[in-house]
Nanobody, 123 residues
C-alpha cells in the first residue's frame, strides 16, 4: 500500500503560480512512477504530468506544457507540481497518483491515489 496526501492548493489570480506537493508513505516511494491528474466540475479526470522513478524523464499534457513542471524528491518521498502562468481553465481538483507504467497518461495504470487538492484560478 502507498498512501498519498496532496497539499498546496488554493485560490490564485490568472497569471499567478502555485506549487502542489504530494507526500507518500508506505511502500518504497522511489519504486513508483508518479503522476498528477486533475478533474474540473462536470468533466472527466484528465492527465496533467508524469515522472519516472529517478525523476530524469517527464511527460506533460499539451495544455500545461511549458507552464507546469513535475519533479520528485525520493529522499523526502514527495512529488511536486510547480504551476506557473495559471489560467482559469486550470481550475480543478488536482490528484497525485502512484502507478506501474512509467510516463503513462492513462489513469488505469495508477494504483494509488490521493484525496486531491482544490486549485481555483480567478480571471
Amino acid at each position: 500500500q502507498v498512501q498519498l496526501v496532496e497539499s498546496g492548493g488554493g485560490l490564485v489570480q490568472a497569471g499567478g503560480s502555485l506549487r502542489l506537493s504530494c507526500a507518500a508513505s508506505g511502500r518504497t516511494f522511489s519504486n513508483y512512477p508518479m503522476a498528477w491528474f486533475r478533474q474540473a466540475p462536470g468533466k472527466e479526470r484528465e492527465f496533467v504530468a508524469a515522472i519516472i522513478w529517478g525523476g530524469t524523464s517527464t511527460y506533460y499534457a499539451d495544455s500545461v506544457k511549458g507552464r507546469f513542471t513535475i519533479s520528485r524528491d525520493n529522499a523526502k518521498n514527495t512529488v511536486y507540481l510547480q504551476m506557473n502562468s495559471l489560467k482559469p481553465e486550470d481550475t480543478a481538483v488536482y490528484y497525485c497518483a502512484a502507478g506501474r507504467v512509467p510516463l503513462s497518461r492513462w489513469s488505469g495504470d495508477y494504483d494509488y491515489w490521493g484525496q486531491g487538492t482544490q486549485v481555483t484560478v480567478s480571471s
